[in-house]
């Protein structure tokens, strides 16, 4: 964020969340319908069993983390999707 321009591919983490949103100047919001999501975090850890998904680090916890991706899954699709946010 320290550079003229930067970009951001994804949720990110809930500790930076707020602050990189203040920060940008132009957002994106490609909002696809939560069963897309749910099917994306479903698919991970079954292909993951063959090959570790692209950009995840060797030995990452695909299970594990695919289980917390469910229960964030549902905050976001609560509180951060458009149809549900405030706009000022």
């Known amino acids: ?7 951001i591919d994804g949720f990110g983490c809930m500790e930076t969340v707020w602050l990189r949103l203040d920060e940008a100047d132009t957002l994106v919001d490609v909002d696809p319908p ?4 749910l099917w994306w975090v479903t698919k991970r ?3 993951g069993i ?9 030995n990452s916890p695909i299970l594990k983390s695919s289980i917390s991706s469910y229960r964030v899954l549902w905050l976001c699709d609560k509180y951060l999707t458009p149809r549900y946010r405030e706009y000022k």
């Open 1 to 7: 964020m320290q550079t003229d321009r930067w970009i």
């Open 34 to 37: 939560l069963y897309v999501h």
């Open 45 to 47: 850890p079954i292909s």
């Open 50 to 58: 063959f090959k570790a998904p692209e950009g995840w680090p060797e």
